[in-house]
Nanobody, 128 residues
């Protein structure tokens, strides 16, 4: 059974930092891409970042470039999203997701429909 479990969310002041973790299990690791998404109340789910398991290359939404960093610990089957210089507009539920049977992040990595499995999400709240 595929499982993705996010952790590390919380409440932080603007300018602060948080690190989200995504513990994954139940599927093969050779070829897939992992994405982080977020959804604020009343908004559509949007792509935040993607990492390719094969070469570790990453992609980011323009809104988080230079502030967020995605990484992976293959030995632990865990993926991270380091979020620095957080802003109130970063407030959302953050989800990790996996796109299977691909060697790297898709050109349209930010498309929700590409991802087969999702975690339940972690709340991130940034106060001004």
């Amino acid at each position: 059974e595929v499982q993705l479990v996010e952790s590390g969310g919380g409440l932080v002041q603007a300018g602060g930092s948080l690190r989200l973790s995504c513990a994954a299990s139940g599927f093969g690791w050779d070829e897939n891409a992992i994405g982080w998404f977020r959804q604020a109340p009343g908004n559509k789910r949007e792509g935040v970042s993607c990492i390719s398991r094969t070469d570790g290359s990453t992609h980011y939404a323009d809104s988080v470039k230079g502030r967020f960093t995605m990484s992976s610990d293959n030995a632990k089957n865990t993926f991270y999203l380091q979020m620095n210089n957080l802003k109130p507009e970063d407030t959302a539920v953050y989800y990790c997701a996996v796109e299977t049977a691909v060697s790297q992040c898709d050109r349209a990595w930010y498309s929700v429909a590409l991802y087969s499995y999702w975690g339940r999400g972690a709340q991130v709240t940034v106060s001004s």
